[in-house]
């Protein structure tokens, strides 16, 4: 019976299974969901995450004016009671405009993350499985994807993606950020693949794409995990650094980063257009990294972080 | 040998990938009164840039060129050779300060928390750290400004400069330019210099808990070392040795992309270039960028490497 069984069932001295004697031996997940809520700061994060994700799909609900609403007697307005968090040069409600792109913001780091984090999990476990000529043109083309200047290619590619809408930014966003984990996984892959258990599939006949799939790729859930909870943080930095340049979100979508670049033309004269946004933005990321740093410590035993 | 193909490809593709996407003709619709079109290819053939000619001809005409060590020509007619010699100056001098006071204070500051781990300073920095990672570059720039800002008003004096490099225009002598250039310097430096400390002070934290409880620390301490300097003449030296490949490596990536800081305050260096030449649709400039950006990444590899082997005696071993 393997140490990942739910439960070990102990034989009494007659011989009877189970009955009052059965001892739970708690399953891997459950002791790491233990360990992961011991974690102060993943408590923290988890709890800001909700409370944002609350603001962002809730917040709008409450808001005064609509997203494409606009106030022409009320331009670059401070905070008041009509416009929680003041009005824009064009007399939007930033209130309405920064819950809405906390929502992009969101839905944008979760989506390249999950989109990262699983072609990362397929190039490195199929390159570390099969090695040879397989692994060779892998590592090549994550080596040359690794050496491309992300943001220049982004930026090159933005005429020609303007008018396709936020889900091909995504996609572009996820293409830059595989690579370093693509090359982690090759090499625990490389050591998983001479495991006892990956053997025994393989002289069973087991494909070696169900292998890749079954075995290893769920043994590597943890690092997979944490390395998907930092990619959030990453992606929306990353969004908010193109969008600052216009190679982002565009009109009539906005994004956190949309609206910093917004902000920051009038962040000195009109500092309302810019806190807000960046004080949520800075919380968002806050609150993932402290997720991900608690994740690595409670999944990782060698984890440094632990110390932190 | 591997690099070098890797830096070919990379330009190549970049070159492909600008020449197909960017526009150089559309330079011309906006000017006043608005060139003939014969006159707009004849320039765009002199530039090689003449999206009329296939480009595989182009591609083919600007290897060549390449190869001998020559980039061509940008939108406005200027040799791209000359100008990035021009803002590989520029970013030299912008990442040279902001590495060092970055890297130094985060190496002092990660390794002091280390030995003082879980008091009161450990915490503190490390938070602050945690934090300065958690904000985009973007918003450290823009924030420094609008703190300048606020000093200077406050101040009534400009104490703080932000735009360029140094004041076009200025006759104040030797000292007041190099002051004037000081002045100018401050918040860019300042604006990478945190974002490196942030990085150097958790990674050196890090190497550094990873040695104290090492046990040629202990053996030194049992032979008679004080604490301090069982710490800093054994533990602290054998730390730094992959803070300092680090430390090669984040120079060279530095080097290719300040873009944000070099933009938002205005300074003509490598970072800003890249927008520059993607904005008026610059193809050599992209291409020369790229190249550029490659070569940084392939070099700070190499030489963080070379390095680590070159400090480590158990690499050079093994």
């Known amino acids: 019976m393997s140490m990942s069984a739910e439960r070990a069932v102990i034989e009494t001295e007659s011989g009877h299974e189970g009955g009052d004697d059965e001892v739970r031996i708690p399953g891997r997940w459950s002791s790491v969901l233990r360990t992961t809520l011991r974690q102060r700061r993943v408590i923290a994060g988890i709890a800001v995450l909700v409370l944002l994700m609350l603001a962002a799909w809730v917040g709008p609900l409450f808001a005064q004016w609509g997203f494409e609403e606009r106030d022409y007697a009320n331009f670059l307005q401070p905070p008041s009671p009509e416009h929680w968090f003041g009005t824009d040069n064009t007399g939007r409600d930033i209130y309405i405009l920064t819950m809405v792109g906390l929502q992009k913001s969101i839905i944008i780091g979760l989506l390249v993350a999950v989109i990262t984090t699983v072609v990362a999990a397929v190039v490195g476990a199929f390159a570390g499985y099969f090695l040879g000529p397989t692994d060779k043109a892998m590592m090549w083309v994550t080596d040359l994807a690794l050496v491309l200047p992300s943001f220049l290619i982004l930026a090159i590619l933005y005429p020609a993606i303007r008018g396709s809408g936020w889900l091909i930014f995504v996609l572009l966003l996820a293409a830059f950020m595989w690579m370093i984990t693509a090359k982690m996984i090759r090499g625990m892959t490389i050591s998983l693949k001479e495991r006892e258990y990956v053997l025994a599939a393989r002289y069973m006949g087991v494909p070696a794409w169900k292998i890749i799939f079954r075995h290893i790729i769920p043994n590597m859930s943890s690092l997979l995990i944490v390395d998907a909870t930092i990619n959030v943080s990453t992606a929306i930095i990353a969004e908010t650094s193109l969008s600052y340049f216009g190679f982002g979100v565009q009109p009539p979508d906005v994004s956190l980063g949309s609206l910093i670049a917004l902000g920051a033309r009038q962040a000195v004269t009109h500092p309302w257009t810019f806190v807000f946004c960046t004080g949520l933005l800075i919380i968002l990321v806050l609150a993932v990294n402290l997720i991900g740093e608690g994740l690595r410590d409670a999944l990782d035993p060698q984890s440094k972080s632990r110390r932190a | ?318």
């Open chain 2, 1 to 318: 040998m591997n690099y070098v193909v890797l830096i070919f490809l990379a330009t190549t593709f970049a070159y492909l990938l600008a020449a197909s996407t960017l526009s150089p003709r559309a330079n011309y619709a906006e000017m006043q009164p608005r060139p003939s079109e014969e006159q707009i290819d004849a320039r765009l053939d002199e530039l090689n840039l003449n999206d009329k000619t296939p480009l595989a001809e182009r591609y083919a005409h600007w290897i060549t060129d390449v190869a001998t060590g020559d980039f061509g020509k940008g939108v406005t007619g200027s040799s791209i050779n000359e100008e990035m010699g021009r803002r590989v100056g520029v970013s030299l001098r912008l990442i040279f300060f902001g590495t060092i006071i970055g890297a130094t204070s985060g190496v002092l500051i990660g390794a002091y928390g280390a030995v003082r781990q879980y008091r009161l300073f450990d915490r503190t920095s490390t938070g602050a750290a945690f934090f300065v990672l958690s904000v985009p570059a973007v918003v450290i720039a823009i924030s420094l400004q609008v703190i300048a800002v606020a000093i200077n008003e406050a101040t009534g004096v400009q104490i703080f400069q932000y735009a360029g490099e140094y004041t076009t225009g200025l006759d104040a002598g030797f000292w007041g330019h190099l002051g004037n250039r000081i002045q100018h310097a401050i918040l860019p430096t300042l604006a990478l210099a945190i974002g490196q400390f942030a990085a150097f002070s958790r990674y050196q934290r890090n190497m550094m808990l990873d040695v104290i409880g090492s046990d040629f620390v202990r053996t030194a301490m049992a032979k008679g070392l004080t604490r301090r300097k069982a710490l800093f003449k054994h533990a602290l030296r054998t730390a730094l040795i992959p803070t300092v490949t680090y430390f090669t490596f984040v120079f060279g990536i530095m080097l290719a992309g300040t873009t944000f800081t070099e933009k938002i305050y205005g300074w003509k260096g490598m970072g800003s270039w890249v927008i520059d030449s993607i904005v008026t649709n610059d193809v050599n400039a992209v291409a020369a960028v790229s190249c550029f950006m490659a070569v940084c990444v392939m070099a700070a590899s190499f030489f963080s490497d070379i390095l680590y082997a070159w400090l480590d005696p158990r690499v050079r071993v093994s």
